[in-house]
């Protein structure tokens, strides 16, 4: 079974500071599919980013962007010019790229941004 | 498009009651999901449907939890009789077949058994 390690529960960040965050999977699968979601106090559950697995390319949303690094199995977002709304719960996730369309969930990493 | 809607946000419940989570996914998408989410255990996946089907119920924890989806446009989740453990935020999320793309999630439901 596919597992997701977050090994960070917390991480601050000053604003406008660069953040970021590690998420390392576990899996015998070469297609698949990545996520960061975002959980802010609201509690609502937002894609941050997605990465397929087949692209060499590094995904980037605004100011997000992974690090995907295939052979060592390790995804991390960082987040540039970090701003107050960007603190929130940080899940990274996994999902197969066959006919399993469940997804794996890492434990999380709070993000706080200081002032 | 209004999003996944789930209800009730709140729901507070003596021990040994019913309890009906609801659910109305993205108009076209075809995957269902229902997840727990606890401090202690983080996001489960409790159940999935595709195309209203069951596909994977492996994550419902017992007997007292059943889940349908009578049609595309509504799933229930539902607990008799509750237990003070099942205390949680459940989500509701779709998610369409083709391309790479993530679930869209449900506000939760924040359930409280007393």
């Known amino acids: 079974a596919q597992t997701v390690t977050q090994s960070q529960p917390e991480m601050s960040v000053q604003e406008a500071e660069t953040v970021t965050l590690s998420c390392t999977y576990d899996t015998s699968e070469s297609d698949y599919y990545l996520f960061w979601y975002k959980q802010p106090p609201s509690r609502q559950m937002i894609l941050v980013i997605r990465?397929?697995?087949?692209?060499?390319q590094n995904a980037t949303e605004n100011r997000f962007s992974v690090n995907f690094q295939k052979a060592a199995k390790s995804f991390s977002l960082k987040i540039s010019d970090s701003q107050l709304g960007d603190a929130a719960m940080y899940f990274c996730?996994?999902?197969?790229?066959?006919?399993?369309?469940?997804?794996?969930f890492g434990k999380g990493t709070l993000l706080t941004v200081n002032p | 498009d209004a999003g996944v809607i789930q209800s009730p946000r709140h729901e507070v419940t003596e021990m040994g009651q019913e309890v009906t989570l609801r659910c109305k996914p993205i108009?076209?998408?075809?995957?269902l999901f229902w997840y727990r989410q606890t401090m202690m255990r983080g996001l489960e996946l409790l159940i999935y449907?595709?195309?209203?089907?069951?596909?994977?119920d492996s994550g419902m924890p017992e007997d007292r939890f059943s889940a349908k989806m009578p049609n595309a446009s509504f799933s229930t989740l539902k607990i008799q009789p509750s237990e003070p453990r099942d205390s949680a935020v459940y989500f509701c999320?779709?998610?369409?077949?083709f391309g790479a793309g993530g679930y869209t999630f449900g506000s939760g439901t924040r359930l409280t058994v007393v």
């Open positions: 990465q397929e697995a087949y692209k060499q």
């Open positions: 996730a996994y999902r197969s790229g066959g006919s399993n369309y469940k997804l794996t």
């Open positions: 449907f595709n195309n209203n089907v069951p596909i994977d």
């Open positions: 108009s076209g998408h075809d995957y």
């Open positions: 999320a779709s998610s369409f077949l």
